[in-house]
């Protein structure tokens, strides 16, 4: 943790706003993407990210600076996130207004059809990470979608770097089942 | 903590407004009777005491003038009055013995002269008959009769 | 072949992982190459990673985060310090009363009070014999008779205007 981040950490302990505010400029995408990563739903990302800086602000007063306050936030995040998917689960409902409607110039991937298969792919995503145990659930994210290293992984999820690469293992193997329609290893990755 | 015990406040204050007034004041029935040897019959509303009218009294007629229940409370007196205003019967509550036994102050005035000052206890079941002012054909009987 | 890939892929996830050592490295960058099993596995973990890292990449990419901080700072406004009309609400808001812990003795406290009472509020005594019903009379004008019916709860105060009147029944 460096000085500068100490000294935001400390004034925002102290009830500082501005300091929350340039820990959310600074730290709000990689929330979005832990958000993201579990809930697969924009609309629900945006709420957790927002739970995520309202729950920091009432909480920073206990980080003893112990650890790295990034996996402070992760954790956090992780939490949050993982918390609002088991609270309501939004319906496969969607309204193709979200991407802003259909204009015939726009390029292909923009067409409802393909808006629909990928949101349904999403959906099926989604429905996969959660038949993960918690704990393989969050070390999959940190890994595939924030690139944290099997340390940094240890560090937030406080466990053994072996336990991670063990969770990181049979989350794999049990998603390459759930996804196998989906995970086309030879040339179409992501089965769209 | 703090509403609960204002909350209290307004409660016990009401309760005991409450609780005094219900202690403090009596129902009573006042009727005026007109009794005389004009005519026969008695008038239905004195039914509940027809039999003691007629045995105590020789008159052939009785005629209900007034029926009213007042309320009555401590130190207000309520007036009735009869034969065109000519008769006053002041009625105040002294105090209430028990729930359910008053004692009330009475006086009767004719023409503004004190002719009668009396002091009765009222239970429930109970009349009392305060008759023999003269009037035209007939005399005045006044009846109080307990409503509680 | 069979000993070199038992050997080589438990290090494929690390490899993928880029969390293998240098020499793991090597070792696995020699194999694939000639192992189709082991590069199918490492394909898989490629599809899998792009199956879940893809679309957060592209959200992410198209996300404005429009008003997020704005409703933040507003959230922790509100909690800091409630509205006048969230304090009035909060005044007003009886709900509390329906706590257990507040309804259950109020209840009890209640019930006590209602079997202290309720004898003296309800309690009907039998007809009251009284020793006197007329405790006083008094007449500055008239000569006064109390008389009390044997049967009945009938009291008779006559004012009598001349002496010895016949109004009574003998």
Request: hydrophobic content about 40%.
């Amino acid at each position: 943790m460096n000085d500068k981040e100490t000294e935001l950490i400390s004034r925002c302990q102290q009830g500082d706003q501005d300091a929350l505010k340039e820990i959310f400029n600074q730290y709000h995408k990689k929330v979005y993407r832990i958000a993201y990563g579990v809930v697969r739903h924009r609309e629900d990302a945006l709420d957790v990210v927002q739970e995520v800086f309202i729950k920091l602000f009432r909480s920073i007063k206990n980080f003893k600076g112990k650890s790295a306050f990034y996996t402070y936030l992760y954790r956090l995040a992780m939490n949050t996130a993982i918390d609002h998917s088991r609270r309501g689960k939004k319906g496969t409902f969607f309204s193709l207004d979200e991407e802003g409607g259909f204009q015939p110039s726009d390029s292909p991937d923009k067409r409802p059809d393909q808006i629909v298969a990928r949101k349904e792919v999403e959906e099926k995503v989604r429905w996969a990470i959660d038949q993960l145990p918690q704990d393989q659930k969050e070390t999959l994210i940190y890994r595939e979608i924030e690139e944290l290293s099997y340390e940094e992984i240890a560090e937030a999820t406080g466990c053994s770097v072996g336990t991670v690469m063990s969770r990181l293992h049979y989350g794999r193997k049990k998603l390459q089942v759930l996804l196998k329609d989906m995970v086309n290893p030879v040339r179409n990755s992501s089965g769209i | 903590m703090k509403r609960t015990t204002i909350l209290t406040i307004y409660c016990s204050i009401f309760f005991l407004f409450f609780a005094s007034t219900a202690f403090g004041q009596v129902q009573t029935r006042f009727r005026v009777i007109r009794a005389s040897n004009v005519g026969t019959g008695v008038d239905p509303s004195l039914g509940d005491i027809h039999g003691q009218l007629g045995s105590l009294f020789s008159f052939t007629s009785y005629r209900l003038l007034k029926d009213e229940i007042l309320h009555l409370s401590p130190n207000r007196p309520a007036s009735i009055s009869a034969w065109e205003g000519r008769i006053i019967i002041e009625t105040t509550l002294e105090r209430m013995r028990r729930r359910d036994v008053a004692d009330l102050r009475i006086r009767v005035a004719r023409e503004r002269i004190n002719i009668l000052n009396t002091n009765v206890r009222l239970s429930p079941g109970r009349t009392v008959l305060i008759g023999g002012p003269k009037i035209r054909e007939g005399v005045i009987i006044y009846a109080i009769s307990s409503n509680f | 072949m069979k000993n070199s890939c038992s050997s080589v892929s438990p290090l494929i996830e690390r490899y993928f992982d880029r969390q293998a050592t240098d020499e793991e490295r090597a070792l696995v960058e020699r194999h694939l190459p000639v192992c189709t099993t082991c590069s199918e596995k490492l394909m898989a973990l490629e599809g899998l990673k792009n199956a879940l890292k893809a679309p957060v990449d592209e959200a992410l990419q198209e996300e404005t985060f429009p008003w997020v901080w704005e409703k933040i700072e507003k959230n922790i406004r509100m909690e800091r310090k409630p509205s006048w009309w969230n304090l009035l609400r909060s005044w007003l808001d009886l709900s509390y009363l329906l706590r257990k812990r507040v309804w259950i003795p109020a209840v009890a406290t209640a019930i006590v009070l209602a079997l202290i009472i309720s004898p003296f509020l309800f309690q009907k005594t039998p007809s009251y014999l009284e020793a006197s019903v007329v405790e006083y009379v008094e007449s500055d004008t008239h000569n006064v008779m109390v008389y009390d019916l044997e049967t009945g709860q009938v009291t008779v105060i006559w004012l009598f205007e001349e002496p010895e009147e016949e109004t009574f029944s003998s």
